[in-house]
């Protein structure tokens, strides 16, 4: 049946080579017009299973929520000059932006841009926001602002929740509230020195301070004030792949221009949208420059290998023409793509050359035999097209056995590489033998004007020291094979011992801002950027997970409505504290400073603040808490510079004890104490805090347009990427609150195990279906077995020297290994046909021409599958690199093994 398919397939092409031509650019075309249609996400969650509740949840996140999906500014500079940066672009953000793809366009591309705490809003309800077990703490502070009680009243609310208690650092929000408590003091300090050295200062200055150290920090500023973070929420999500790439290049050009007036300032974009654009961007161009790479470099390969250029560029044609195919197709089957989905087109380009190369060796061997056209085609399709046949279906079956996988990256690969890979093979045996009828033809007419006549003297054009190693090998088939055994065991231990690499940076686009500046902001800010989600139903709700999360060690900070808005209970339990800092302050006046006695009122107060900030720093040194161990070493110094801290400043100011100096001091606290008053009366205030009246900045914060959805966000406790463990601890906390949780952490998690399972599972089914075609095409048990070896040797050698080379797997490489059984087992099914046809004795000829071409598209492969490793999306490298071990690997396996086990087999027959 197939032979008579063969002939009849070189009798068309030979006999309407023009025919077949022109159904073949028919079809080309329009698989040109469904190619279009092609889609790409950059979304990881799309790689998992259909029908995922992670997935779900976060695809209906990403739709509710306009806060979800963000791009991140993070700038750096010198603390005045970032906050003068951020002040400057936030309203540019806001209006019209030309569109960077279309300069005659201007689009609004940004919903709103939070760089600030609502001040307005903490100023209103501040002493609501507090615990009530801080508020008692703390509510001293507020009760006299006059300068030497306020002093005494900051250190017994300091001794109270800081040094009375072993609990004072015991979370990331205590270890926060401490930090920003320290800084308010640290400012409140320096603005009082200035003021009792003489120094003029701006009446905004001296409300600075009292904001810094009632309401704190207004910037989203790092911990050592050199970086700021402005978060823009844009009027797309990452659903919309295009606006994505487009808002963000928008965006990317406000910031460049608004730089040039800020020189010292350094500013870029990170985030879900910029990182969601440059995987997508930099994955299509990773593809389309290897795609190029390595279809120059595999040209260049077959002009040297056949010593002519007109085949490797005919067959380099028909492999563009099946790629076509390829993608119209998928258009159909799979029309949204992902960044892990699209490396298809490279993985046919390695493997479609290979038929290419089968049918020009196969033709041009025959043609050099003295051969006319039609004889040639069709010895060529007999001889090379049931090995091709045999290799492209095995192929594309262990392809479709991917499909069996639960995650939609692994089904999809397999899906569209297989039915790809089908077009490619459908492509080359219609298309390339009439290209190649066409050009003989021509050389035939052009010969024949000339008068010259066709050399028919055969000619070997096969790779002779390939069929002389095989025979070598051959007749010393123990040795060979007690080799062979030798070296798969060692590279099986080594493969035992490859470990996962579950770093995701590791697989993103090396260099790149988005990229890096996730490492700044984890540096400065001691935040990962990798959130995870829950959703509430409701603002009760989103109180308990929020209170139930915040307990897990696995997690640093929790953000939720509840913030801005607590419990009615929680408000009356803070009512009668924030009802007695109003009356307390409320009867208070400014008391003049006169007397001689405040030089050692103050030179006590500000000795004992010293000296809790001291104990305090011993305590953070004691737990870890380095941020506040260094805090406080800026504020009372370290061994080497304590004689150059605020206190000892202040200290040597007061001991001249000049009665200028009472006067500065009584100046300062003039100049402070009705704004700091009014300010406490006002975050004194008793009205109860509702859903309704909180300000629309807030509430888009955590809730869906529609106020029936609440946003959780879970920031992990450290770098989940370098600590596998706290990955897995993280998703199984939230695990355990809900299986809807979401987010990249629980995503990749999934992610990872899923491939893992399915990889598996799909390389024990390959494996099979691979066995059941071989046995029935070679209707041999042995034969199909003997075919088998040289691909599972090289799978188990890829392993082995990826872990050799200090390589670990990963979640996109470890798809290589189920990819290798269909790329691999090709060499073997060509060997064992030819050698089949040729019979006993012919290993030396099997091994130089066929030899030759598994040769050649080995080599092919690993080119196509090498140029991934120069793409800047590092995945694409990993995985490259895997294939391209692997592909040389089966090579060696064949060359290697086989001629031992035929030697083996032809012995035992004598």
Known sequence: MREKILRKLAQLQTNYPWKMLILVIAVTIVCIILASGIQITPKWSDMLPKGDKRTAEFDRILDEFNSASSIVIVVQGEEEKIKAFADNIAPKLLVPITNPKNKTEKKVYVRRVDYKQDVDFIRNHGFALIKESDLKNMRDIFQDPNLVPLLTNINNSFEKEYIETDKSLSSREKEDGAYRFLNGIENWLVVMENYLSGEELPQREVYSAVDKLLVGEPYFISYDRKALILNVIPNFSMMEAFLMVEGTDAVQSVVTETLKDFPGVQAGLTGTIPMGRDEMVYGTQGVEYTSIISMIAIGVLLILSFRMWVAPVLALLNLLIGLIWAAGLSAILVPVLNIMTLMFFVVLIGLGIDFSIHIIAGFTEMRALGYSIAKATEECLLKSGKGIMTGALTTACAFFALMIGESRVMSEMGLITGIGLLAVVAVTFILLPTLLVLRERRREKQTAKKGIVRQTIPSDISFVFLGKAALFLKERYMFTLL?????????????????????????????????????????????????????????????????????????????????????????????????????????????????????????????????????????????????????????????????????????????????????????????????????????????????????????????????????????????????????????????????????????????????????????????????????????????????????????????????????????????????????????????????????????????????????????????????LMFSLWRGYGSLGTALLIGVGACFITTVFILPGIIGWIERKRK
């Not at 009356?583 to 003049?592: A, E, G, K, W």
Request: aromatic share 8%.
């Open 483 to 867: 080799g062979a055994i030798m070296l798969t065991g060692l590279l099986t231990w080594s493969a035992i011992n490859i470990t996962f690499n579950y770093n995701y940076m590791d697989v993103e686009p090396e260099g790149i801002p988005s990229i890096a500046l996730q490492d700044t902001v984890l540096d400065k800010f001691d935040l990962s950027m990798d959130f995870a989600y829950l959703v509430a139903e409701s603002v009760e709700e989103s109180r308990r997970l929020t209170d139930v999360v915040r307990d897990y060690s696995s997690v640093a900070v929790v953000e939720g409505i509840s913030l801005y808005l607590p419990s009615p209970e929680e408000q009356a339990k803070r009512r009668p504290h924030i009802e007695e800092i109003r009356r307390l302050i409320s009867v208070v006046d400014c008391q003049p400073l006169l007397s001689e006695n405040m030089f050692d009122a103050l030179k006590q107060e500000l000795n004992r603040l010293k000296m809790n900030i001291i104990e305090l720093q011993d305590l953070a040194f004691t737990g870890g808490q380095d941020k506040i161990d260094k805090k406080c070493g800026e504020i009372v110094g370290y061994a080497e510079s304590e004689n150059n801290t605020v206190f000892s400043r202040l200290e040597s100011i007061l001991n001249r004890r000049d009665k200028n100096i009472l006067l500065r001091a009584d100046s300062f606290q003039k100049d402070y104490f009705h704004y700091f008053k009014d300010n406490v009366l006002q975050m004194a205030n008793t009205d109860p805090i509702f859903l309704e009246n909180l300000p629309v900045s807030i509430v888009d914060r955590y809730a869906n347009k529609d106020r029936n959805l609440f946003l959780i966000t879970v920031l992990p406790a450290d770098n989940i990427w370098q600590d596998a463990l706290l990955l897995y601890r993280l998703t199984d906390d939230l695990a355990e609150i809900s299986e809807r949780a979401t987010g990249f952490p629980p995503v990749f998690r999934a992610l990872i195990d899923v491939i893992g399972r399915d990889g598996r599972n799909a390389a024990i089914l390959t494996i099979f279906v691979v066995f059941v075609l071989l046995l029935i095409d070679f209707r041999n048990v042995r034969h199909a077995l003997i075919a088998m070896i040289p691909l599972m040797a090289g799978m188990v050698w890829m392993v082995g020297i990826l872990h050799l080379i200090g390589r670990q797997l990963d979640v996109v490489n470890v798809m290589a290994i189920p990819l290798i059984i269909g790329i691999g087992i090709d060499d073997g099914v060509h060997i064992i046909h030819r050698w089949r046809r040729e019979g006993r004795g012919s290993v030396k000829t099997v091994f130089a021409s066929t030899g030759k071409a598994i040769l050649l598209t080995s080599l092919t492969t690993m080119l196509a599958f090498g140029s």
